[in-house]
């Protein structure tokens, strides 16, 4: 097996600035924000579906916008994981696929906050801005699974932002930021599990399985051949020795 030189940090340099995904994630969160207050009454023939005595369309778009956000949090995983087992460099190239996985992770955080704002417009559930900022303040449904999924969101973030202050924070500390991912996804997919009322659906368990089972593979990929690697590197050492 020849040795593969390590990825050095000029591919890892990041293509937003932390001002920019700042205001990314500001602009997603109102213009969310804004779509719940103002679309009833800018569409007055969505009145019955978003303003009812039994609205289900916001609740609609929060199950939909979980798998997307989920989806999407699955897709930056897997990028981050061809970056260092070395399967980017055969295609796209290092550098495309850690943009990439910049901008779906930032997309990924910005369908999160869609998934958790739109509620505020379900009448049924009757969460509160603050109930959605504060992890397990909800009540009414399911407080400490909610609780979970909010954990799970502000957990993403930090990562996320990692990508920005990486100079400030060093090579080290980031890559040790970066290996909370896993325990986000983990608890991302208990949040839906034990939230969402479309787990039991097969199409559902299908998604889990699918998406759950690529991400177990790319890492027992990426440490075999870290196991692989280092043999290689002990029995170059020992003939160079003898």
Request: proline share 4%; glycine share 8%; net charge positive.
């Amino acid at each position: 097996m020849a040795e593969q030189q390590p990825i050095n940090a000029q591919e890892l340099e990041s293509t937003v600035g932390l001002q920019t995904a700042i205001l990314f994630l500001l602009a997603f969160s109102t213009g969310t924000l804004l779509a719940v207050l103002l679309l009833p009454s800018m569409v007055p023939s969505l009145n019955s579906s978003l303003a009812g005595d039994s609205p289900k369309a916001y609740w609609y778009l929060s199950r939909a916008s979980a798998y997307i956000a989920l989806t999407l949090l699955w897709l930056s995983m897997a990028l981050g994981l061809t970056i260092t087992n070395k399967m980017a460099r055969i295609w796209p190239g290092v550098p495309p696929t850690f943009a990439i996985h910049e901008y779906v992770s930032l997309l990924g955080i910005g369908f999160s906050i869609f998934h958790a704002f739109v509620l505020l417009g379900d009448s049924y559930i009757k969460f509160s801005f603050v109930q959605l900022l504060l992890p397990f303040s909800t009540t009414g449904y399911k407080p400490f699974f909610v609780g979970i999924g909010q954990v799970v969101l502000y957990a993403w973030m930090i990562v996320a932002l990692s990508f920005y202050i990486k100079a400030k924070i060093g090579q080290k500390t980031w890559r040790g930021l970066h290996y909370i991912s896993f325990l986000i996804y983990i608890f991302a997919v208990y949040h839906g599990l034990t939230s969402g009322t479309d787990t039991k659906a097969d199409w559902s368990q299908l998604y889990y399985y699918i998406s759950g089972g690529t991400l177990v593979f790319l890492l027992i990929y990426r440490i075999l051949i870290s196991i692989a690697a280092s043999i290689e590197k002990k029995q170059k050492a020992v003939k160079q020795a003898a």
